[in-house]
């Protein structure tokens, strides 16, 4: 099992800036402000030999109703329990707070190993409070600087420390377990036979060569990286929540509670997923907030980096503007796309909004045509398995190569039927087509005039392409290139 590092703290003492630097890329938002961090964030953390995973929280607030700041608390307590070992973080150039003492006094009560870190200590301005950390109780403050990295050598030696007890420990637990299924082991010989004998039938059932292609083609794929988009408030977090049965994310009636791309790995069906939860994107005029404006630079990148995106919209108000612009950015960035309507329990016209959604992605992404659209119940999980089995299906389109003696049948009956047009006279030759690659699939013809053809050819031939090939909902790419002149630069023959 994989070591497990929280960092807790009051807000803005450096957490976040912490986390970006172990992980070593800038994951986290990080900014002046306050309470910037809310959801719990983990990734793969590292530091010199040390390989252990690490998690971000929201700032320790003393709430403990129904209000943001007390589900924020009660998400940093599950990271507390969750954890090996707990790094609470303080701010030594303003010194021990009340409510430093206050969330000390409430680690020192669990179970969990504690570290203090005495953070911002860079200079002689963080020293009286680096004396100060003394008297909460927690040992030996780390004196750090997230920001600069000072102190790295001390965090180790703590990190290394607890990591070595906890192996130790898992060993010796290992050694009793075992012995007590030792002592109480009753199995016969045959059912030893009988187990020897399903290892070789298991075995047999592939050859070695086909066993290693299977491996390295899941290797190669990796898990399917899904990012759930969409304005603010239309159910994200929830339907996440919902997907992997856990309250894991931050969920309520505020808008604008998702702050950070967060990404959690999942299975379904024995299959590998990463979702993405991202923040509500709004119009870029409506943004004035700073952090607002981070958060929606990450969201973009998240999108980026997603394999399939799901764009969910609220049933009340569907395919707004803001919704084409998103869907867009999706296509643009040659994501494969699926419209997720969410709260369709609570929609009165259900044929009205279906035909709605229809003749909007029609009429605004006639680009893409057959873009899957799924009505769902984020809240009471209904149809969410049907979502899912929609995301693989795009997914495995997304991934689609084809054979090239086929696409040059196609293109030579299509090229029949309805010839490229003559502009000025001359006429256009389309001589040889071959998929350059997938994800999306992008397709490269050999064109004699390839300035000349016009646009409305190149659409025609993109849209024919994915009806032929079955290829509804995800974008294509048709680069047009000419040949090469195999007489150019030969002298002619007197």
């Known amino acids: 099992m994989t070591f497990t590092v929280a960092i807790v703290g009051r807000p803005n003492v450096g957490k976040s800036t912490l986390f970006n630097r172990l992980v070593g890329k800038r994951l986290a938002l990080v900014d002046d402000q306050p309470g910037v961090t809310r959801d719990r964030r983990e990734g793969d953390a590292y530091l010199f030999d040390c390989r252990f995973r690490i998690i971000d929280t929201a700032g320790l607030e003393e709430a403990f109703d129904g209000s943001l700041e007390a589900r924020m608390r009660r998400q940093t307590e599950r990271a507390v329990e969750d954890a090996d070992l ?241 869907a867009r950015t999706v296509i643009d960035e040659g994501r494969a796309l699926i419209i997720v309507v969410n709260k369709w329990d609570t929609c009165k016209d259900k044929d009205e909004v279906m035909q709605l959604v229809k003749d909007r992605l029609q009429t605004s992404l006639p680009q893409v045509k057959g873009i899957p659209v799924v009505t769902i119940s984020a809240l009471k999980g209904h149809k969410l398995n049907k979502m899912l089995d929609t995301v693989f299906d795009i997914y495995d389109v997304w991934n689609i190569r084809l054979p090239t003696a086929g696409l040059n049948r196609w293109l030579a009956e299509l090229i029949e039927r309805h010839p490229p047009p003559a502009p000025g006279g001359r006429r256009i030759k389309l001589k040889y087509i071959t998929q350059a690659r997938t994800r999306p699939p992008t397709f490269a013809i050999s064109c004699s005039l390839p300035e000349d053809l016009p646009a409305s050819y190149t659409r025609f031939l993109e849209n024919n392409l994915r009806e032929t090939f079955d290829m509804p909902g995800v974008p294509l790419r048709m680069h047009m290139k000419k040949g090469d002149n195999p007489y150019a630069g030969k002298k002619k023959k007197t």
């Open 86 to 326: 707990v790094i609470m973080v303080i701010d030594a150039r303003v010194g021990v707070m009340p409510i430093d003492e206050h969330f000390a006094k409430y680690l020192r009560r669990g179970k969990t190993p504690i570290a203090l870190m005495a953070n911002k200590c860079e200079g002689r301005v963080g020293e009286q409070g680096l004396m100060e950390a003394y008297s909460l109780g927690l040992g030996e403050p780390i004196p750090f600087s997230a920001e600069h990295g000072l102190g790295s050598s001390d965090l180790y030696d703590v990190i290394k420390e607890h990591m070595t007890r906890a192996a130790e420990s898992k060993a010796s637990s290992e050694v009793f377990e075992k012995s007590k299924t030792d002592s109480g082991s009753t199995n016969s010989l045959d059912d030893e036979a009988q187990s020897e004998d399903q290892d070789n039938l298991d075995e047999d059932e592939y050859s070695e060569d086909e066993l290693e292609v299977l491996e390295d083609d899941e290797a190669e794929r990796g898990p399917l990286q899904l990012a759930i988009v969409g304005r603010p408030n239309v159910g994200k977090s929830t339907l996440i929540n919902k997907l992997i049965d856990e309250d894991r994310l931050l969920t309520g009636p505020e808008a604008g509670i998702t702050r950070d791309a967060i990404s959690i790995e999942w299975e379904y069906r024995g299959k590998p997923l990463k979702l993405v939860d991202t923040a509500g994107l709004r119009r870029r005029s409506k943004i004035e907030d700073k952090v607002e404006k981070l958060s929606a630079s990450d969201t973009i990148r998240a999108l980026k980096y997603a394999q399939v995106v799901a764009l969910v919209l609220d049933a009340d108000g569907v395919l707004e503007k803001q919704d084409l612009t998103i």
